[in-house]
């Protein structure tokens, strides 16, 4: 997700394969919708094992209706604890919530952050709010995550409750009935907090997901619900196979629910479902499945009924399991980490854990890609937009330096700058972006940038590479690198490496005072090694100092092993012409 590479001239050319030659500067790649984005290299010819979760992954559910169901089932639970009558009239409203926004159980708020914890946006029910309002809870418009006080909202399944937590904030804070506090709502010897409003909430989703109607609805009305391409889908099942690779399924989901969504998606084939999959494993509790887990016991796919104790042998082929943990997992089917590719929805239960717990190479599914490409796509020239207004910006304080005293009037760049980001934001929704605000990216985008090695709007869009392709990363570099043109002239105050230190010709600068202080330090060490050699004789000069290594030692980012990558050490420099694939 790098936005700092860019093409300099005098670059070579490069030959796809089809011999038509192209500038190095034209980038060869597939159709967007059928991308594959890169974070981290990943050679798939060494996947041994690709593993799936179900809900929001193979099992895409429809957008809205699915969560306008969410949401009214939730408002009838709520309903069942006592909440007011008038929150039956709420009405779903899918351009608000975006996940990856975090809730303040403090002061009621809902916030999107950057990376780092600053403030992006921050609503309060249906206000949004800013300047001294936003001070007034976060003097420094930044938050550190806590999680005794920030609940973070990362899932598809959060729309809706997003959503509803807005709501019922902006009942209970503009209701003549209530006074707004600080921290909740009052009304004569009642007090409720944000935070209680939140649980209440947050109680009610956990319960219509796992003892309530969610699943009986959805079960009832599939073709409303659950988007079904099964044709891809058992295409890309038989390829994985035919490439001699395993396939499991890992969900969170219990067998009765799992066997209903995948016959719907897959039985149409003219097979069993489960005949697509070499493991499978339902309720696993992710992301206690990538800790110390739950018993593993084999399910009797006849009756649902799970056997008694604990099951220690080998993994049957197409048979259903419940429970376990990755350790154990790993062992029965012989994975050593690295050689699984997982792809999930979920950015903390799917990726981060196995990630981090397991080294699996991870592919993030992000459904809301495809609307983030046509806007970036449509919207694009206010991007470009903002980054003139930098320019300009720059360039009204480039002749400044710290002699200078007054400053030059900025206010109207940097208000033309906000309202282009405000413009752009908007076009995404009520709060903005998932990845992005301007031209900071969010909380969200800094994980699947970190923790998700590949990324895409769906899993089937492995169908558009082959099984021995190289996902490659693009370069990422820093601001000195990536701002910094290398055929431009460095200017006349010269920054010199001597030594291990950096000494500094001042303004006077040139090559001459350059060659004098590079001269001085050659002499030094000379001096040095002389000193060296006459306490040791016997010695030769290399064992004080290090040879320059023959063989390449410092390595592409090609996910090669040291052993694999040994037949490249010696090669030649790159030609002018490289001849390449057409991703």
Known sequence: MSQNSEVFPNSPNIKVNDGEE???????????????????????????????????????????????????????????????????????????????????????????????????????????????????????????????????????????????????????????????????????????SFKAIFQDIRSAVDYIHSHGDLKQRTIENLEEYVVKDHKRLATLFNRMHENKTKVFLLTNSGFEYTNKIMSFLLDDTGRDWKSYFDYIVVDAMKPLFFAEGTTLKEVDTNTGIKQFGSHAGPLKTHQVYSGGNSDVFSKLVGSRGKDVLYVGDHIFGDIIKSKKERAWRTFLVVPELEQELVTWHDKRNIFTEIEKLDKTLAEKLIDFDSSSKTCPNISSIKHQIQRCIHEMDMSYGLLGSLFRSGSRQTHFASQVTRYADIYAASHLNLLHYPFFYLYKAPPMLMPHESTVNPYEPLGEALFRKVGRGLSFAGNDANDSNVSALVQMSNKIDNEKRKQTQSISSEKSEEAFRPSTPSELTHHEDFDDDDEESDESKNSPSPPDTVIVSRP
């Open 22 to 192: 192209k500038p190095a500067n034209q980038p060869i790649k597939r159709e967007t919708s059928h991308r594959v984005f890169v974070n981290r290299s990943l050679q798939m010819s060494k996947i041994k094992f690709f593993g799936f979760d179900m809900d929001y992954t193979l099992a895409l559910y429809k957008s809205p209706q699915y969560e306008i169901l969410a949401f009214n089932l939730v408002i009838e639970q709520l309903l069942k604890l006592g909440y007011p009558q008038e929150i039956k009239n709420f009405v779903y409203d899918p351009t608000f919530p975006v996940r990856g926004l975090w809730y303040d159980k403090l002061y009621g708020n809902l916030l999107k952050v950057d990376a780092y914890g600053n403030i992006l946006v921050c609503v309060h029910g249906f206000k949004f709010l800013h300047g001294s309002d936003l001070l007034k809870y976060y003097p420094n418009k930044y938050l550190n995550f806590d999680e005794s006080r920030i609940y973070s909202l990362n899932t598809l399944f959060n729309l809706p409750e997003i959503y509803l937590i807005a709501c019922m904030i902006n009942f209970f804070t503009t209701s003549p009935l209530y006074q707004h506090q600080p921290t909740g709502v009052s009304c004569g010897s009642v007090f409720v």
